[in-house]
């Protein structure tokens, strides 16, 4: 990898010389590295024929949460109906009782009530509006 | 078109979807200049841009979309996609509530279920649906209640989407009311209530077990939804509710049922918590109220249901990811829609809304479809404009230029702005 960067400062180098002289041209040939393999073609489907209309496994694209205290028991019991991005999307919150008290009473999530503190705790010392990170 | 469609608008219909798939202008485009990634962005004032601040990801039958959440499955259109009238299926949101979404569906054994106060219960195969009924063909804007909800001031809690939780399709299906006469819909019901085959982990009484919507029988809509099949001239995509979904022109897509596989006649109003709890709007002119009020519980609420999508106009174009050129002509370019029925005038300011030119509008295709509007501006001078456009619908609703708010979320119409910055050609 390191030996790509100094491939690639070279090849702007180069490129910086060759460009200075044309008209107009401020810089050229400035490469940077890109996402290579972050988005893959699909394998055409097996198709066997028949009724079944079939699609892959929808892929995961999981939110990390950030490390602390409470992350263990919210990973566990946010993670059964959904996934944690679900948190991480959400804007910074003020308060974020009323969004854990709505999945418990309105959609039934059986967590217990010391995790419950525990969770509580973590979400506002993690995604607050004073303490998210962007 | 909206009832009675004849065949040869249908034609002309599928034949401009059909010309839209061979020049694929959607595909053409999928990345503005990208110098810098967008920095990440999560409040808590108003997201500034157009899209969510959000990764792109790859799922079946999509191209790379931005995703809101991965289980359940939420994905927001990037904005290149709107340049044309009609959205490319493999570029179409989606939203789902659950997680357990269909990955394989036997069309052997899958069956449209009607079912409660029918004078004739039935089950329908996919095969019944394209053999016994007549196909009928509408355009019209899908549009998830919670589009732009990362606008609000002070920020709400749900899906937080920029502005591409949205879509056009030309849908081909089966009219509802064609079903209900065939079912025979008995005296004392009073809704009609649907439901797919996606399921949540939750309880099966609960909100996160099951996903249902009803909708009014004596709710004029119901002449015009149908149940489609196909979604621009193909089968819908598993994510967007293959075999069928429900789409019901004008009003915001939590109606619109993906996998539709249960049709209920109901005799008492529907209490499931995604009619009596969710997607709901303070019963005032404009859906807005304010977090006080909220508060102090003083706020009365109605389904999103009671009302159609307000008028809302994009710029798509200029992005403001590249410059423009003082004494070249630049295209502003975009689309338009409302759910009260056709646009009649865009509007385009690039004075920041001081004043305001009429856009050419494109093809009418419908009163529930897009429709693409053009303005060019020559700018003379070198420096930063902010653009700004404006749609006015056929029933005199023009958009307003103040913000909407409500707990939920829903509604937003404000006039879109985009900052542009001209270069001198000296």
Redesign the interface.
Same mark, same amino acid.
């Given at each position: 990898m390191k030996r790509f960067s100094y491939a690639l400062v070279l090849l702007a180098l180069i490129g910086l010389v060759a460009a200075q002289g044309l008209p107009g041209v401020v810089s050229s040939g400035s490469y940077t590295v890109g996402g290579l393999g972050? $988005?893959?073609q @699909?394998k055409p489907a097996a198709l066997s024929g028949?009724?079944?209309? %079939?699609? #892959? =496994?929808?892929?995961?694209?999981?939110a990390e949460l950030a490390d602390g205290p409470g992350k263990e028991l919210v990973m566990g019991y946010c993670s059964?109906?959904? +996934?944690v991005?679900?948190i991480?999307? /959400? @804007?910074?919150?003020k308060d974020w009782a009323p969004?854990v008290n709505k999945m418990i009473k309105?959609?039934? =999530?059986q967590i217990p009530e010391d995790a419950v503190k525990q969770i509580l705790a973590y979400l506002q010392a993690y995604y607050s509006?004073q303490t %998210?990170k /962007? | 078109m909206r009832n009675h469609l004849d065949r040869r608008s249908l034609l002309k219909l599928l034949g401009a979807v059909g010309a839209a798939a061979v020049f694929r202008p959607g595909l053409a485009q999928t990345s503005a200049q990208a110098e810098e990634a967008l @920095? +990440?962005?999560?409040? !808590?004032g108003p997201n500034p841009y157009w899209n969510g601040v959000l @990764?792109?990801?790859?799922? !079946? /039958?999509k191209l790379?979309l931005l %995703?809101?959440? *991965? %289980?359940? $499955?939420q994905l927001e259109t990037p904005r290149s996609y709107f340049r044309t009238a009609f959205t490319p299926n493999e570029a179409f949101y989606v939203r789902y509530h659950l *997680?357990e $979404?269909p990955?394989? $569906? *036997?069309?052997?054994t899958w069956r449209l279920k009607l079912e409660g106060n029918f004078e004739r219960p039935m089950e329908l195969s996919f095969q019944d649906l394209l053999t016994q009924f007549e196909p009928v063909s509408i355009a019209a804007v899908n549009q998830c209640s919670g589009n732009s909800r +990362?606008r609000f001031q002070p920020?709400v809690?749900g #899906? /937080?989407w920029g502005n591409g939780a949205m879509g056009n399709a030309l849908w081909t299906g089966v009219r509802l009311k064609d079903l209900l006469k065939k079912a025979g819909v008995k005296a004392g019901t009073v809704q009609i209530q649907f439901e797919g085959l996606d399921r949540?982990? #939750?309880?099966e009484n609960? #909100? +996160?077990?099951r996903f249902m919507k009803s909708l009014d029988l004596n709710d004029p809509v119901i002449e015009e939804t149908i149940l489609a099949y196909l979604m621009n001239g193909e !089968?819908l995509p598993?994510l967007n509710g293959? !075999?069928i979904r429900l789409v019901v022109p004008g009003k915001f897509a939590t109606y619109w049922l993906k996998h539709v596989t249960w049709i209920r006649a109901l005799t008492e109003e529907d209490k499931n918590?995604w009619m009596a709890?969710a997607y709901r709007i303070p019963d005032t002119p404009n859906g807005s109220t304010t977090p006080e009020d909220v508060a102090a519980g003083r706020v009365k609420t109605v389904p999103i249901g009671k009302v159609n999508m307000p008028v809302r106009s994009f710029i798509i174009d200029p992005d403001g990811s590249y410059p423009l050129v003082a004494g070249l002509p630049a295209k502003i370019r975009g689309i338009a829609f409302s759910g009260h029925g056709r646009v009649v005038k865009v509007e385009v300011s690039t004075d920041g809304g001081r004043t305001w030119g009429i856009a050419a509008l494109g093809e009418y295709y419908g009163p529930y479809s897009f429709r693409t509007y053009e303005y060019t501006w020559t700018p003379k001078a070198p420096g930063t404009y902010v653009l700004a456009v404006r749609a006015t619908d056929e029933k005199g609703n023009v958009q307003p230029d103040t913000p909407v708010w409500n707990p939920g979320g829903y509604l937003w119409n404000k006039i879109e702005r985009q900052e542009v910055v001209v270069l001198a050609a000296k």
């Open positions: 972050m $988005i893959l @699909p028949g009724t079944v209309y %079939r699609v #892959g =496994a929808w892929p995961l694209y999981t059964v109906c959904h +996934s991005t679900y991480t999307m /959400q @804007p910074p919150l969004t309105t959609y039934g =999530a509006v %998210r /962007q | @920095p +990440s962005f999560t409040g !808590p @990764p792109f990801v790859v799922y !079946p /039958q790379p %995703r809101l959440t *991965d %289980r359940g $499955i *997680d $979404i990955n394989e $569906i *036997d069309l052997a +990362s920020r809690t #899906g /937080q949540g982990k #939750g309880p609960l #909100g +996160s077990g !089968p598993m293959f !075999p918590f709890t």
